[in-house]
């Protein structure tokens, strides 16, 4: 951090309680949700309560989850990632939300279909074929057949369900994940989808299958229940992949998922600075809040000096940086919160060292973390 912004200035507009009409916070620093798989058979355990308590103690406002699964047999390829179904897991999901809010923090969980992404043959259900909009995998290539009607509606019931055991279990709102190239994000990119019934073809018949998701759930928790919805423009297979290419296609995406009952878009991209669209300096969550009105989550190498694919395809760590760019944005009114991904998973007192300018105390980004809940 450069002499620019003080310590005061930094906690005043990081630091100070937001009000989002269906959701109050502490702080504007919300948790990114980060697959950690340390839920042996998807069972979250005290040691996965206890690391993200750790984030609600130290001025983290809003917990996201790790993206934890819907009910279907093909939601995963790996064991150790949490289910968000089954007493077994919904009771570890209970003792999570307990252990934050006696923090003071809040948490929501972020439910998770990986669609055509999952190699066949894997995960806790190897014998269920892999489910997608038209079979495809990130690189178009067909590896299974297109979802029926029947498992469509099958899918959204999960989510719906999902959802409602949220709001029974005690969480502040729930995340959809319609981001990164999984299910719902196969549904919405022309590449993954080529059905010629109502879920493809034009962008907002790609949408239809989100938009189904979104109303079940609101139908399923209510009117004042806050519902997320995750959203990116790139994919793991394609980093400039763009479901808009307009301000004009973005408003035709957000419109309708807003009208199904979407409350708060976390817009994700890898690096929060880069301008969304020629012609503005808007990054992607700016122009969603600019198009929707609704509040949005920015995120993507806050603090550091990589972007988080380059620890999937390099094995790269980050160092630490000041947030300057981010204090900047944030007072222009660009952004409602702010994700913090890499540098929180490092270092569960990342959020209070910023508050109290402990700048010397960050600790960097090393792939080594991945190891232990820290
Ligand atoms: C280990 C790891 C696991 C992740 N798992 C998820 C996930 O389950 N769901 C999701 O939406 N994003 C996931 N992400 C992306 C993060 O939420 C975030 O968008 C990304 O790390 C960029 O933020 P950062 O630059 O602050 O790390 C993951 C990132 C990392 C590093």
Redesign the pocket.
Known sequence: MTKSHTAEQVAQKLFQPVDLGKLQLATRIVM?????AFSPNGVPGSDVAAYYRRRAENGVGLI?T??TLINHPAATDNVNVPNFHGEAALNGWKKVVEEVHAAGGKIIP?I?HVGMTRKPGTGPHPEAPSIGPSGLNLEGVKEAEPMSIEEIEQVVKAYAQAAADAKRLGFDGVEI?G??GYLIDQFLWERTNKRTDRYGGSLLARAQFAIEVVEAVREAVGPDFPIVL?LSQWKSAQYDAKLARTPEELEQLLAPLVQAGVDIFHC?T?RFWEPEFEGSDLNFAGWTKKLTGKPVIT??????NT??MS??KEGKGAETTDIDGLLERLDRGEFDLV???????ADPAWAAKIRDNRLDELIP?KPEA?QTLV
């Not at 995120?299 to 550091?304: A, E, K, M």
Request: proline share 3%.
């Open positions: 990114a949700p980060m697959t950690r996201v790790e993206g972020q998770w994940h981001a990164h995750r994700s890898r995120v993507g190498s806050i603090g550091l972007d988080f620890l999937f994700a913090v991904g890499r540098a929180l998973l980004f991945l």
